[in-house]
């Protein structure tokens, strides 16, 4: 590399090293690049428009004031010698592994020891593909979040660096040696079991994003069994469990005989309001055996203390505060508040005459428009409304005639676009 005359860089030079081929197999993440691209082109069209976002699944109150308080208080000790403290455990912290086992494993018999504290669910997907390697054959829900933003992402794109999926069929592009497990309206969304190949992992996320699926008690039996009959590890994802209040099972391990099958991952960012601050756990359960006998946890244990060096210790003081007797209140007040937006969205929709799913356990809706295209109608919303949704097609062609809308978001916006969609769509 030099500089020219004209002060421009010129890249003509580059090194002997080859890249990675496995990254080059990665699929370009067209979907939320597309939406930002048409926002920003709205917003350049319509600068006096008040856009109104119910597309990305970000939270958006404010964090309750002990967990934000518990963080600012142990930064400020480390400014002095009695408070500072360096290095933790890779495993986080004995106070807060005990806390989430007590918090939602209780009844399951999870042990602390079996709590993994990270920095994020989505960086334990990676980690789960280094743990498991190159050889292994996957399978994940259909329709299954798009490779780019949000927990689900990591399912696919890991897998792909990490060697597993095999080349992109050119007619439907998707990768050939990953197995998707269709999930729509028609089977209830869960899988036909009794059609599923038999893969060594299955990616399985309740509530599921984006269709805002919760799983019953009689489907994760199910899927407990196949995972018992075939051998298989099942990846739990377990992110917005917080929002089932109807007793469905918020916990993989609720189900008997799923800690020989199953890892579940979780985190506190749609829990606690974290997606900024960034903290979230894995479980792997003792009972857990590879094919040999060897505890699976044994290993993960060595992938966390090899290629992390432990959450932030003030992430983890909030995330303790959270699980406080105060600071669980004012976490479950923020969920219910993203419910609450869920339940007006939901009854919206349904004013409206369209088939909106999710909402009652999940964050998210998935909204059926009979005949139309996702695209289309994201367009028609956006420039008649000024609000910005996700077209179902992003997340595989079963989306086609669904548009995803997120309950994260201020009351206030909430109401206003329930309006504005009505006006729409009445």
């Known amino acids: 590399m030099k500089t020219e005359d004209n002060g421009k860089v010129n890249f003509s030079y580059h090194t002997k090293v080859v890249r990675n081929p496995k990254l080059e197999r990665l699929q370009y993440n067209y979907l939320f690049p597309e939406i930002s691209a048409r926002e920003l082109q709205h917003i350049r069209k319509y600068p006096n428009a008040r856009v109104i ?21 142990y930064a400020h000790n480390l400014s002095t010698p009695a408070g500072y403290r360096g290095y933790g455990a890779e495993q986080g912290s004995k106070e807060l592994r005990k806390a989430i086992a007590e918090t939602f494993y209780k009844r399951m018999g999870i042990k602390d020891e079996e709590v993994f504290v990270s920095d994020g669910a989505q960086c334990d997907i990676s980690r789960l593909q280094l743990l498991f390697g190159s050889n292994m054959s996957i399978a994940v829900q259909d329709p299954i979040f798009p490779v780019i933003l949000a927990l689900s992402h990591a399912y696919i794109d890991s897998s792909v660096i990490i060697g597993q999926t095999g080349d992109v069929d050119t007619i439907s592009g998707r990768y050939q040696n990953i197995k998707y497990m269709k999930c729509g309206p028609q089977n209830g969304f869960f899988p036909n079991l009794s059609d599923t190949e038999r893969t060594d992992i299955i990616f399985f996320c309740s509530p599921n994003n984006p269709t805002g699926h919760a799983a019953t008690r009689e489907q994760l039996e199910q899927l407990v069994q196949f995972a018992q009959d075939n051998g298989s590890i099942i990846v739990y994802d377990s992110a917005y469990a917080v929002y089932i209040t109807d007793g469905r099972p918020r916990s993989i391990y609720e189900i008997p005989g799923a800690k020989k099958v199953a890892i579940e991952i979780s985190s506190f960012s749609k829990i606690a309001g974290f997606t900024g601050v960034r903290l979230g756990w894995t479980v792997v359960p003792e009972e857990l055996l590879y094919l040999n006998g060897f505890p699976v946890i044994n290993d993960f244990n060595r992938i966390v203390c090899t290629c992390f060096n432990g959450a932030s210790r003030i992430a983890q003081a909030g995330g303790l505060a959270s699980l406080s007797s105060q600071g669980f209140k004012g976490v479950l007040s923020l969920v219910d508040h993203y419910k609450q937006n869920a339940e007006i969205l939901l009854q919206t929709f349904e004013s409206l005459g369209l088939k909106a799913y999710g909402g009652i356990n999940a964050p998210y809706l998935w909204v059926h428009f009979p005949g139309s295209n996702s695209w289309d109608l994201f367009n028609e919303i956006l420039e008649k409304t000024h609000i910005i949704t996700v077209p179902g097609s992003g997340f595989g062609p079963a989306g086609k005639e669904f548009i995803r809308v997120t309950a994260f978001g201020h009351r206030e916006n909430i109401i206003e676009a329930s309006k504005r969609l009505t006006a729409l769509l009445s």
Request: proline share 10%; aromatic share 0%; charged share 15%.
């Open 53 to 73: 976002s119910l597309g990305i699944g970000d939270t958006t109150e404010p964090l309750p004031d002990v967990v934000a308080s518990s963080m600012a208080n």
